[in-house]
């Protein structure tokens, strides 16, 4: 079974830049998560999709952030304009739809390391 | 607010030791808890996943343990490793709301060969 799928894996750009990352998630789950992990930090939930309606953004910068997920499958996690300490990885995670999966176990990307200069 | 605390930061042992990374949080009211490993430059593996109802998991070499009501919980390392060197992530589902898991700061492990 594939696992969950981000691109690019690495990025940097100057500081005002936009930046777009793109995540699959694996095939058949409904939920999908954007968490942010700064450097000695543990991952925090940015946004949550189920299907492709928004869960929870509580914790998205919303000035400067923006995740959409249409036909609920990928998602896309856009900042513009970016500032330095937006400098992080950005995980992609999913998992099975809640009602089904009481468990709700996570399964995370790769991520992608984002440099702002 | 929920919060995860994660002791020690940072742990190197001799090959061959067994070994207990601590994690703490603040509301009980979870409904589960993951262990993940996280290798430099890498996403993060889930290794155990302990239910709210469960007491523990076991999976090889490793245990997890919950206790709710005291907010705790241990990942127990049998017999490490050099390869089992990586950062180890304590992560809790509340319930109520969104499934989002919480996460502490992780513990650095260091096997020497």
């Known amino acids: 079974e594939a696992g969950v799928a981000q691109s690019p894996r690495y990025k940097i750009i100057e500081k005002r830049q936009s930046v777009a990352f793109w995540c699959n998630p694996i095939s058949g789950h409904a939920t999908l998560y954007w968490y942010q992990q700064i450097l000695g930090q543990g991952p925090k939930l940015l946004i949550q999709?189920?299907?492709?309606?928004?869960?929870?953004d509580s914790q998205l910068p919303k000035d400067r952030f923006s995740a959409e997920r249409l036909k609920g499958v990928d998602s896309t996690l856009k900042i513009q304009p970016a500032k330095l300490e937006d400098s992080a990885v950005y995980l992609c995670a999913s998992s099975l739809i809640r009602l089904a999966a009481p468990y709700n176990e996570q399964f995370f990307g790769p991520g992608t390391r984002l440099t702002v200069l | 607010k929920q919060e995860v605390t994660q002791i020690p930061a940072a742990l190197s042992v001799p090959e061959g030791e067994n070994l207990v990374l601590n994690c703490s949080f603040t509301?009980?009211?979870?409904?589960?808890l993951q262990w993940f490993r996280q290798d430099p430059g890498k996403g993060l593996t889930s290794l155990l996943l302990i239910q709210s109802s469960q007491r523990e998991q076991t999976s090889g070499r490793l245990n997890a343990s919950l206790d709710k009501s005291s907010g705790r919980s241990t990942l127990y390392i049998a017999a490490s490793q050099p390869g089992d060197s990586a950062t180890y992530l304590c992560?809790?589902?509340?319930?109520?709301?969104?499934?989002?898991?919480?996460f502490g700061k992780g513990t650095k492990l260091t096997v020497n060969p």
């Open positions: 992560a809790v589902g509340n319930r109520g709301g969104s499934e989002k898991l919480v």
């Open positions: 509301d009980s009211a979870i409904y589960n």
């Open positions: 999709f189920q299907n492709n309606g928004v869960v929870d």
